[in-house]
């Protein structure tokens, strides 16, 4: 479904002449193929939606780590471009979860795993990913679950 919409994309940003989409839609079709060409050597079939929702958040990750840098660095121009990029690649992501939802959403993993101390982590977080691929960031529940957890 994803790639199909990458494709319909594409051919707007050309119709269009919008430069920053075509050349940023261009960057996540290069990714999704080497993502392919990687999972094919483990035997494989083509990415699947949930790792092409991974795949578009490592990218939105990566450009706002780069607009840090280039703004410490006083590349404003630099940091512009990587934000235009940044927000291309997030039209294509859900839309993400406020913090009030990952918590219920936390709470309620916890309650179906039956986790009750920090050596459940690993299972409240795949179960998360499972649940909640492309619209949580799992930095930031990976630290909710710590502070949500018990010590135990």
Known sequence: ????RFNEELKAAMKAGDK?????IRLIQAALKDKDIELRGAGK???????????LQKMAKQR???????EQGG???LAAQEREEAEIIQSFLPK?????EVRAAIEDVIAKTGATSMKDMGRV?????????GRMDFAR???LVKEMLPKG
């Not at 479904?1 to 199909?4: A, N, T, V």
């Not at 977080?125 to 691929?133: H, K, N, P, V």
């Open 75 to 77: 590349r404003a121009e």
């Open 64 to 70: 706002q780590e780069s607009i840090a840098l280039y």
């Open 1 to 4: 479904m994803l790639r199909e």
């Open 141 to 143: 529940a990976s630290a």
């Open 45 to 55: 079939g083509p990415a699947s939606d949930e790792e092409i929702l991974a795949l």
């Open 125 to 133: 977080i795949g179960a998360l990913r499972a649940a909640y691929a």
């Open 20 to 24: 920053r989409r075509l050349g940023t």
């Open 96 to 100: 993400q979860m406020e913090e009030a």
